[in-house]
């Protein structure tokens, strides 16, 4: 019981302090979301040049989500027309390149795994964009489009698939700082916590168990912790075989990650697992209800190897630069409450979070909870953005009488 009690702890106070910078980092995506259309991502991803693969990783990096919604929404681009590596870009920026991300990284870990983060994320892409250009034939791409069109459910089909964006023109400060788009921003908000929360939660709780029951020796032994050479070497390879059999993805892998760090894998091992979030197991199955078993093969294939080269890449550059953390400072949150700035923080934020769950509540956000899981064909438009104001006048939440949608 006591041991048990030790990993409910260490998960607690992981939890305790990255809730702040989650509240955060969702709450900024939420503005960006709240007033660019699905329309508007699909049109700038038609081809696979480097302009537009950039286009895509910025796209994919403000509109931040779980990884089973990612997966969803880059199915939609393509299904709509989307370029299918410009899709697979924006899927790895959406759960890689984001700013809750960073900003767990740097509280846990270190401002360096930030960096880290957002170099080896574009590095990943352009890995992954000549691999593709390399490898990926064109019957294997009908094919894949074939399989897409059916439409075949995986998960968070009704989240991937609503546009909860503002429909009304006009200025972008205009529409975000309109009563309307104060109501996108709450949906949105809220809608990425109800999707990141499962793994979240898993995350903390196998991050505790192995913090408190998995000896250090053991990590120290299996990363060849004490031989610089083949640690360097051998992390890149055998993080995303982790991150695959862990079943945890998106943000809910880091406090595994700072585990990881502090058991002694390498600076790019811990890299290439927190990219590898796009392999695990049931997403790979997902991929192949998509795209069919040759194509989440061929995905498994590339998106290994592009995490495996990132990691290496970003392990001898930040090596060279000297900008290799030392893993005797790396530390397992276990203080639990106290107060510091951690608990102010968490303090400003449940506040704000507690202001867009009562806009969110009221309206009519819980009618979209229940259509998460969804169809990939139903949902797209959720009603309700473009008359804020005629609810607050009283209309219900579901009357969607004089709306302007695309």
Not at 223 to 249: E, Q, R, Y
Request: proline share 4%; charged share 15%.
């Amino acid at each position: 019981m006591h041991a048990v009690l030790h990993a409910l702890s260490i998960a607690g106070s992981m939890t305790w302090e990255i809730t702040w910078a989650l509240i955060l980092g969702f709450a900024l995506s939420a503005l960006v979301q709240g007033v660019v259309r699905k329309s508007t991502v699909v049109s700038l991803l038609g081809d696979d040049r480097p302009r537009t693969l950039a286009v895509a990783a910025g796209l994919g990096a403000a509109s931040s989500s779980c990884s089973y919604a990612a997966v969803a929404l880059a199915r939609s681009l393509f299904r709509k027309g989307a370029n299918f590596t410009a899709a697979m870009s924006f899927e790895i920026a959406s759960t890689n390149l984001v700013v809750e991300l960073g900003v767990i990284l740097a509280l846990l870990m270190g401002w360096q795994f930030t960096a880290a983060e957002f170099v080896g994320g574009p590095i990943m892409i352009i890995l992954l964009s000549v691999l593709f250009r390399v490898f990926l034939r064109d019957k294997l791409l009908r094919a894949a489009r074939e399989q897409a069109e059916r439409g075949l459910a995986g998960s968070m089909e009704g989240h991937a698939s609503m546009d909860m964006s503002v429909h009304r023109e006009g200025p972008f400060a205009r529409r975000l700082f309109s009563p309307d788009g104060f109501t996108a921003t709450s949906h949105v908000f809220v809608m990425e916590w109800a999707a990141i929360l499962r793994d979240l939660v898993v995350g903390l709780l196998i991050a505790g168990a192995i913090a408190a029951w998995v000896p250090d020796s053991f990590w120290r032994a299996f990363f060849f912790d004490g031989h610089p050479l083949a640690a360097k070497l051998w992390g890149p390879v055998v993080g995303p075989l982790v991150a695959i059999a862990s079943f945890v993805c998106s943000i809910g892998n880091v406090p595994l990650a700072v585990v990881l760090w502090k058991g002694g894998i390498s600076f790019g091992g811990v890299v290439a697992f927190i990219f590898a979030d796009l392999l695990i197991l049931p997403i790979l199955n997902i991929y192949r209800k998509y795209y069919g078993v040759r194509t989440a093969a061929f995905l498994l294939g590339t998106f290994y190897v592009a995490t495996v080269l990132a990691g290496y890449i970003v392990e001898f550059a930040f090596g060279g630069l000297g900008l290799i953390p030392d893993q005797a400072d790396a530390r397992v949150p276990m203080e639990g409450l106290s107060w510091n700035y951690t608990t102010w923080l968490n303090i400003a934020f449940l506040l704000l979070a507690a202001v867009l769950l009562v806009r969110f509540i009221r309206t009519g956000g819980l009618s979209m909870l229940r259509m998460m899981g969804g169809s990939p064909d139903t949902g797209h438009d959720h009603p309700g953005h473009d008359h804020a104001g005629h609810q607050q006048r009283g209309q219900q939440p579901g009357d969607t009488h004089g709306g302007h949608h695309n």
